[in-house]
């Protein structure tokens, strides 16, 4: 009988466990980034939906008639709510706190200050033709003051 060596069935093996450690890393791989797209998409939902919230929240609250920004914050839930009045154009932008996802409403006015919502007048970027005048909505550095009543008024400087 010949004397065998095994060398043909340790080379299958370790090749069996080196394709199974590639498959494997491949797989994990996948899974970071796949957590990376879930984990993004969170943000982007509660980003949303806290914009949604604030603009709902904004639409309801008395506006001074004075021209060009003026915002006002809901500490509790970080909502800000900023109106943009040129004229007869009123537009309404809304966010969940600094540096979130933004929403915007054409809204008209109402009596003693209020405002209403124009139907198809969603928007999800700034429709206003210079972007300065978006990114002065919110000034920098004016942030609501957490031991100050629920509901300041700030009005922007340009």
Same mark, same amino acid.
């Given at each position: 009988m010949p004397r065998q060596h095994g060398s043909a069935s340790l080379?299958?093996?370790?090749m069996l466990l080196l394709m199974g450690t590639l498959l494997l890393n491949a797989t994990r791989r996948q899974l970071n980034e796949n957590l990376l797209l879930v984990r993004d998409e969170q943000?982007?939902?509660?980003?949303?939906? *806290? &914009?949604?919230?604030?603009?709902?929240?904004?639409?309801?609250l008395r506006w001074? /008639? *004075? &021209?060009?920004?003026?915002?006002q914050y809901q500490s509790e839930w970080q909502w800000? /709510?900023?109106?943009y009045r040129s004229g007869q154009k009123l537009l309404l932008r809304a966010d969940g706190g600094v540096n979130s996802l933004s929403l915007w409403r054409w809204v008209t006015q109402r009596p003693e200050g209020r405002i209403r919502a124009l139907a198809h007048g969603w928007l999800d970027f700034c429709p206003l033709q210079e972007e300065?005048?978006?990114?002065?909505?919110?000034?920098a550095g004016k942030q609501p003051d957490r031991d100050a009543d629920r509901v300041a008024a700030v009005q922007p400087e340009f």
């Amino acid at each position: 009988m010949p004397r065998q060596h095994g060398s043909a069935s340790l080379l299958t093996v370790v090749m069996l466990l080196l394709m199974g450690t590639l498959l494997l890393n491949a797989t994990r791989r996948q899974l970071n980034e796949n957590l990376l797209l879930v984990r993004d998409e969170q943000i982007y939902i509660r980003q949303f939906t *806290q &914009a949604s919230s604030a603009l709902a929240w904004g639409e309801r609250l008395r506006w001074s /008639a *004075q &021209a060009g920004w003026q915002c006002q914050y809901q500490s509790e839930w970080q909502w800000r /709510a900023c109106l943009y009045r040129s004229g007869q154009k009123l537009l309404l932008r809304a966010d969940g706190g600094v540096n979130s996802l933004s929403l915007w409403r054409w809204v008209t006015q109402r009596p003693e200050g209020r405002i209403r919502a124009l139907a198809h007048g969603w928007l999800d970027f700034c429709p206003l033709q210079e972007e300065v005048q978006c990114e002065n909505s919110v000034p920098a550095g004016k942030q609501p003051d957490r031991d100050a009543d629920r509901v300041a008024a700030v009005q922007p400087e340009f």
